[in-house]
């Protein structure tokens, strides 16, 4: 079941020849309980997507249906109850600077008329559930960013939300942070139930936590299914951007001049192998080398986890002679690798 649809949505600032497209037709549907990642580079449209989706900003065409109400046909009381199954965390935290970490919770419970005690006992318990249980009386200026973001995340649930925004919220955070928050979400999403939409422009954070992925490019979705199949086998020029960053024209973890060097030593055809899961514990680049007996060189490796599993792509330079690079492709294919032609 479906907790997010959106059809054919469209928002353009201004107008006539002074109008700027943000998004170009995008239709998504967002199941249930799932955490799923809109990942796009800066300006592709994705801020402007997640604030659609609880109409911070109003569509200029389209429908955003959450929980089956379509959000674009309410307005005032009905919108603002609406809007209250949809919490949100932002890079920012926006914390309120002169409240406590427990009225900052609490905040969004004053505002729907929550008696105090009530408000104050479910603040405590959220507190409690990201980690917080004794910073109650805290300021955000006395607490770090993760700790921030803790307060910001517990704030978004404490009006108990079906759906849970992310806007990049761990972009201000460094990296032993961001592991932290990005296992805080995924374990309210499976204690909690709440879907969560991430919001970000880092493929490492939709390969930690998300089961499905969209990629938005100039302002339309060019691509999205489970995360896996998009980092394995990107089909679009903006996934490729995303997922396979050496194909910028230079190798990664090499220099420009390092990269030059060993593509002109070697002058063998490059090829990018992708590691599905299911063969990384099989040493498949020996293996190649023992049967067909010459070598290559890794001009590049990386490898990642996603959803407990190890998937990755090298990529390799083959001998420069035709019929042994052949026959390595042929091995490659027996074996049930997938590999595709780099560009160089």
Known sequence: MAMIELQHLTKTYGSGSGAVTALDDVSLSIEQGEIFGIIGLSGAGKSTLVRCINLLETPTSGSVLVDGEDMTRLNGRALRAARRKIGMIFQGFDLLMQRTALANVRFPLELAHVNRAEADKRARELLATVGLAGREDAYPAQLSGGMKQRVAIARALASKPKVLLCDEATSALDPTTTESILELLREINRTLGVTIVVITHEMRVVERICSRVAIIAESHIAEQGEVQEVFLHPKT?????????????????????????????????????????????????????????????????????????????????????????EKMKRWLTEQGITFTKEAQ
């Open 237 to 325: 020029e903006a996934a490729k951007q995303l997922v396979l960053p050496s194909r910028s024209g230079k190798l990664e973890g090499f220099s420009e001049d390092e990269a030059a060097t060993a593509v002109d030593e070697c002058r063998g055809e490059l090829i990018r192998l992708a590691f599905d899961g299911s063969t990384t514990d099989r040493p498949v680049i020996a293996d190649m080398i023992l049967s067909c007996g010459a070598p290559v060189s890794i001009i590049y490796a990386d490898t990642r986890t996603i959803e407990g599993r190890l998937y990755g792509h090298t990529v390799l330079q083959l001998p420069a002679a035709r019929e042994t690079a």
